[in-house]
């Protein structure tokens, strides 16, 4: 049972470290995660059309029907609790509101 608990210890610690110097929030952290995992940066990274700096968000009302609108359309099957994540992450990341 020592084992295991020194095991959670350890993997909770490495956890804050990398969230700590990532300067993300947990739920920032976990909606990077499903960014990632949905693929968004296929269509949204630097190198495409897609520009923060031409952003067709104005503010948090709008980031919310986009990160929505996404979801739907790409059938990414996110809970309201993790589309919530992924827009702490781009706000965090991109937008600043």
């Not at 956890?15 to 995992?37: H, M, P, R, V």
């Not at 693929?39 to 897609?50: A, F």
């Not at 700096?53 to 919310?64: A, H, P, Y």
Request: net charge positive; proline share 1%; aromatic share 14%.
């Amino acid at each position: 049972m020592k084992k295991l608990n020194k095991l959670t210890l350890t993997a909770l610690l490495f956890t804050s470290i990398s969230l700590s110097a990532s300067g993300l929030s947990q739920k920032a952290a976990n909606g990077q995660e499903f960014y990632l995992d949905a693929d968004c940066q296929k269509c949204h990274n630097q190198d495409s059309k897609y520009d923060a700096k031409k952003k067709k968000s104005k503010n948090m009302k709008d980031l919310n029907k986009w990160v929505r609108s996404c979801d739907t359309f790409f059938d990414v099957g996110w809970f309201p609790e993790e589309q919530q994540d992924v827009i702490k992450y781009l706000n965090e990341i991109y937008y600043k509101y």
